[in-house]
C-alpha cells in the first residue's frame, strides 16, 4: 500500500525549519508591539461576498480561481481566506473598533489559502505576518508600516534592503490614467502575450507588472501614474517621500509596482533584497482608503503590508542567516529502573517546576548505565543526574559533567538552585 502523503502545494515545516519560524513570529511580534500595533486573530473561513466585494472580482485571486470556497448546504458560500486585509477590515467594523481612539493599528499571524502553482518560497498554504493602520489619512502611516516591513527584514539580518514604491492614485485620478494606458496598451495589442491581452480587458494595471517575455521594452514608453495625480495624491505621495529621505531610507520609484488587488489607493511598495535569487522582492502592501466602503463599513482609511513567513526562511537561508539555537534541555535524568526510575521522573518534574529544562532516560527494562551516557552525550547536555540505589536511600543525585569537571553528589533539594547558579542549565 502506497503510503499518503501530504497534498500538493502544502507543506510540512519540520523542526529545523521551525526554528526559523519561530524567530521570525517572536520577532515580528516584538516589533509590532514596540510599534504600538495589537494583535487580532479573525477566521481562517469567510463569507465569499467578503474578498468579492472587498478585493474585487476582477483581481486575480477571482479570476484564476484561486479561492478555496465551499458551498454550504444552506446556500451561504464560504471561502478559507486568501488574504488578511479584508477580513482584518471586516472585524475592525463587526467588533465596533470604530469607536477606539483612532487610529487602531493590528497585526495578525497565521495561514493564507490560495490554489495557486506552488513554487519558492509560496504554497497553496501559506503564513503570513500582516500589520495594518486603520482610520488615518496621515501618510506618516504609510511610512509606519514600511518602516516596520523594512525593520523587521533588518532585525532578521537581510542585507541589501530597499523599497520600491508607487502611488496608484484614488477615484478622482485613477479612471483618466487608466483610460491612457489601456489606449497605450491596445495600441500594441498584437504584442502582448495571451494572457496580459486577457488582463488588458479587465484590468490594465496588471499588465504593468507582466512577467512575459519582451514587455520591459513594451512598457518602456507606457504613461506613468504618477503624471496623472491629483493634487491630494500628488502632496500624499511628495510627503511619503520626503518623510523616507529625511529617514536616510532608499527607495525606487517603480511605475510598474501594482498590487494584484483591487482596493488599492495611493501608496503602494514592496522591500526588496539582494542575494536572494530571481524573486528580489519579500514583502509588499500599501494604501486602502475605500475597502471598509465597499464591505459596508463607513469611509475608513486604511494602510498595512503582508510578509510570508515561508518566503522570509528561504530569503534568510539564501542569504545564509541561521536563527539562534533553539534552547535545549542541558540535564538528563539517569536511572536503573524500580524505585530509581519513579525517583528520577519525580526529579524532573520537580525541575521542570523550578525552571529548569530536563530529559528523561526512557526505558520500559532496565538499561545499562553506558547506554544512558550514550543518550546523554547524543543531546549534548551539560550535565547527566544519575540516581542509583544508594542515591535513592540518602536523598541525594549523582552529578557527572560531559563538558569537563569533577563528578559529585547533592542533596536532591539542593539540585534546583545549583543549576540555577549555573549559565544555559535553566532552559
Same mark, same amino acid.
Given at each position: 500500500?502506497?503510503?499518503?502523503?501530504?497534498?500538493?502545494?502544502?507543506?510540512?515545516?519540520?523542526?529545523?525549519?521551525?526554528?526559523?519560524?519561530?524567530?521570525?513570529?517572536?520577532?515580528?511580534?516584538?516589533?509590532?508591539?514596540?510599534?504600538?500595533?495589537?494583535?487580532?486573530?479573525?477566521?481562517?473561513?469567510?463569507?465569499?461576498?467578503?474578498?468579492?466585494?472587498?478585493?474585487?472580482?476582477?483581481?486575480?485571486?477571482?479570476?484564476?480561481?484561486?479561492?478555496?470556497?465551499?458551498?454550504?448546504?444552506?446556500?451561504?458560500?464560504?471561502?478559507?481566506?486568501?488574504?488578511?486585509?479584508?477580513?482584518?477590515?471586516?472585524?475592525?467594523?463587526?467588533?465596533?473598533?470604530?469607536?477606539?481612539?483612532?487610529?487602531?493599528?493590528?497585526?495578525?499571524?497565521?495561514?493564507?489559502?490560495?490554489?495557486?502553482?506552488?513554487?519558492?518560497?509560496?504554497?497553496?498554504?501559506?503564513?503570513?505576518?500582516?500589520?495594518?493602520?486603520?482610520?488615518?489619512?496621515?501618510?506618516?502611516?504609510?511610512?509606519?508600516?514600511?518602516?516596520?516591513?523594512?525593520?523587521?527584514?533588518?532585525?532578521?539580518?537581510?542585507?541589501?534592503?530597499?523599497?520600491?514604491?508607487?502611488?496608484?492614485?484614488?477615484?478622482?485620478?485613477?479612471?483618466?490614467?487608466?483610460?491612457?494606458?489601456?489606449?497605450?496598451?491596445?495600441?500594441?495589442?498584437?504584442?502582448?502575450?495571451?494572457?496580459?491581452?486577457?488582463?488588458?480587458?479587465?484590468?490594465?494595471?496588471?499588465?504593468?507588472?507582466?512577467?512575459?517575455?519582451?514587455?520591459?521594452?513594451?512598457?518602456?514608453?507606457?504613461?506613468?501614474?504618477?503624471?496623472?495625480?491629483?493634487?491630494?495624491?500628488?502632496?500624499?505621495?511628495?510627503?511619503?517621500?520626503?518623510?523616507?529621505?529625511?529617514?536616510?531610507?532608499?527607495?525606487?520609484?517603480?511605475?510598474?509596482?501594482?498590487?494584484?488587488?483591487?482596493?488599492?489607493? %495611493?501608496?503602494?511598495?514592496?522591500?526588496?533584497?539582494? $542575494? &536572494? +535569487? =530571481?524573486?528580489? /522582492?519579500?514583502?509588499?502592501?500599501? *494604501?486602502?482608503?475605500?475597502?471598509?466602503?465597499?464591505?459596508?463599513?463607513?469611509?475608513?482609511?486604511?494602510?498595512?503590508?503582508?510578509?510570508?513567513?515561508?518566503?522570509?526562511?528561504?530569503?534568510?537561508?539564501?542569504?545564509?542567516?541561521?536563527?539562534?539555537?533553539?534552547?535545549?534541555?542541558?540535564?538528563?535524568?539517569?536511572?536503573?529502573?524500580?524505585?530509581?526510575?519513579?525517583?528520577?521522573? %519525580?526529579?524532573?518534574?520537580?525541575?521542570?517546576?523550578? $525552571? &529548569? +529544562? =530536563?530529559?528523561? /532516560?526512557?526505558?520500559?527494562?532496565? *538499561?545499562?548505565?553506558?547506554?544512558?551516557?550514550?543518550?546523554?552525550?547524543?543531546?549534548?547536555?551539560?550535565?547527566?543526574?544519575?540516581?542509583?540505589?544508594?542515591?535513592?536511600?540518602?536523598?541525594?543525585?549523582?552529578?557527572?559533567?560531559?563538558?569537563?569537571?569533577?563528578?559529585?553528589?547533592?542533596?536532591?533539594?539542593?539540585?534546583?538552585?545549583?543549576?540555577?547558579?549555573?549559565?544555559?542549565?535553566?532552559?
Amino acid at each position: 500500500m502506497t503510503a499518503i502523503q501530504r497534498p500538493k502545494g502544502m507543506q510540512d515545516v519540520l523542526p529545523d525549519d521551525r526554528r526559523y519560524w519561530d524567530w521570525i513570529i517572536a520577532t515580528g511580534t516584538r516589533m509590532a508591539q514596540q510599534y504600538g500595533f495589537q494583535r487580532l486573530d479573525v477566521p481562517v473561513l469567510e463569507f465569499t461576498h467578503l474578498f468579492a466585494r472587498g478585493m474585487g472580482e476582477a483581481s486575480d485571486v477571482f479570476v484564476q480561481k484561486e479561492m478555496y470556497t465551499i458551498e454550504e448546504p444552506d446556500g451561504e458560500s464560504i471561502t478559507l481566506r486568501p488574504e488578511f486585509t479584508a477580513g482584518l477590515v471586516r472585524a475592525y467594523i463587526e467588533n465596533g473598533l470604530t469607536n477606539w481612539p483612532q487610529p487602531v493599528k493590528l497585526f495578525t499571524i497565521g495561514p493564507i489559502f490560495r490554489r495557486e502553482r506552488p513554487q519558492a518560497g509560496r504554497y497553496r498554504q501559506h503564513s503570513q505576518f500582516d500589520a495594518e493602520i486603520l482610520g488615518e489619512t496621515d501618510p506618516a502611516a504609510d511610512l509606519e508600516v514600511m518602516m516596520l516591513a523594512m525593520n523587521l527584514y533588518r532585525a532578521l539580518g537581510y542585507k541589501g534592503l530597499t523599497f520600491q514604491l508607487n502611488s496608484t492614485g484614488c477615484p478622482a485620478c485613477k479612471p483618466l490614467y487608466m483610460e491612457q494606458l489601456k489606449s497605450y496598451l491596445a495600441a500594441q495589442a498584437g504584442r502582448l502575450a495571451p494572457i496580459d491581452q486577457e488582463r488588458l480587458s479587465r484590468n490594465p494595471l496588471r499588465v504593468l507588472d507582466s512577467k512575459e517575455p519582451g514587455m520591459d521594452a513594451l512598457l518602456l514608453k507606457a504613461p506613468h501614474i504618477i503624471d496623472y495625480l491629483c493634487a491630494d495624491c500628488a502632496d500624499h505621495f511628495r510627503e511619503l517621500r520626503a518623510m523616507l529621505e529625511a529617514l536616510g531610507q532608499s527607495y525606487t520609484i517603480n511605475f510598474r509596482l501594482v498590487r494584484g488587488i483591487d482596493y488599492y489607493t %495611493k501608496t503602494v511598495f514592496e522591500v526588496w533584497a539582494e $542575494g &536572494i +535569487g =530571481a524573486q528580489a /522582492a519579500v514583502c509588499g502592501g500599501g *494604501r486602502y482608503d475605500g475597502l471598509a466602503e465597499a464591505i459596508g463599513g463607513p469611509p475608513t482609511p486604511g494602510v498595512g503590508f503582508g510578509s510570508g513567513i515561508e518566503r522570509i526562511v528561504l530569503g534568510l537561508q539564501e542569504q545564509g542567516i541561521a536563527p539562534p539555537p533553539a534552547p535545549q534541555p542541558q540535564v538528563m535524568l539517569l536511572h536503573f529502573g524500580g524505585k530509581t526510575k519513579t525517583a528520577a521522573v %519525580k526529579l524532573t518534574y520537580q525541575l521542570r517546576q523550578a $525552571g &529548569i +529544562g =530536563a530529559r528523561l /532516560a526512557f526505558a520500559r527494562e532496565k *538499561r545499562s548505565l553506558k547506554s544512558q551516557m550514550r543518550e546523554a552525550n547524543k543531546y549534548a547536555v551539560r550535565y547527566a543526574l544519575i540516581l542509583g540505589e544508594s542515591e535513592v536511600e540518602w536523598g541525594m543525585v549523582t552529578v557527572r559533567p560531559l563538558q569537563g569537571g569533577d563528578q559529585l553528589e547533592l542533596p536532591q533539594a539542593e539540585l534546583a538552585a545549583w543549576l540555577n547558579e549555573r549559565a544555559g542549565t535553566g532552559t
